[in-house]
């Protein structure tokens, strides 16, 4: 096996530890003697595969980042129609962070730090193309018509990140995360009420009355 291999097997390995401890404790709390343990490794050779802890945290990222948004990239190519995208979309998110609970973890803590930093420049790209994704299909939405007449795109995007991130949040502090999968699609539903076309009213049927003769 080439040193190059090997690298890549281990950061991908410790990469799948930091996950998995944050998961569990605040990613602060996480220290390379843990991720060493986690791993199999001495903590000095941590540092053979990533210059410093932070280095491990962006390679988190970089990889949710992948992760996330070919799994939603491929939820909404698989639909034919934009809101069922976008229902997609955030089905597939959700299912995301179900089997990633470490990932939301690492993120907002990192958002609560106001100083800039190379791993917040990192969450900030993830949140654009992501938004990108989402403003594409509401674009495409509203012009096959599935979009009430002066939705603001804009809002919009802002209601559906609100409503995942939401449920991220109260599934994080209830310790319940796996429930999200059975709160994601009614919580989508008044996502698509608040901006969808309402669905037109059904005609009570009334049955002919039959004549009478005198």
Request: overall charge neutral.
């Amino acid at each position: 096996m080439s040193p190059k291999h090997s690298t890549d097997i281990r950061q991908a390995e410790l990469v799948a530890a930091a996950l998995a401890l944050a998961a569990e404790r605040s990613p602060s709390g996480v220290t390379t003697a843990d991720l060493a343990r986690e791993v199999g490794i001495t903590q000095g050779a941590v540092f053979r595969h990533f210059a410093s802890k932070e280095a491990i945290w962006i390679a988190v990222i970089d990889f949710a980042h992948h992760e996330l948004l070919e799994r939603l990239r491929a939820a909404a190519e698989r639909q034919t129609q934009p809101l069922a995208a976008l229902r997609a979309v955030f089905l597939a998110h959700v299912d995301f962070v179900v089997e990633q609970p470490g990932v939301p973890r690492v993120i907002f803590q990192e958002l609560q730090h106001a100083q800039d930093t190379p791993l917040k420049a990192r969450v900030r790209q993830l949140m654009l193309e992501y938004r990108l994704l989402l403003m594409a299909l509401l674009q495409q939405a509203q012009a096959a018509g599935q979009l009430a007449p002066g939705t603001d795109l804009q809002a919009a995007a802002v209601l559906f990140v609100g409503s995942v991130q939401g449920l991220v949040m109260q599934s994080l502090l209830s310790g319940q995360v796996a429930a999200m999968r059975q709160q994601a699609p009614t919580v989508f539903d008044l996502v698509q009420q608040a901006m969808a076309v309402p669905a037109p009213l059904k005609k009570p049927t009334t049955r002919a009355t039959p004549e009478t003769t005198p």
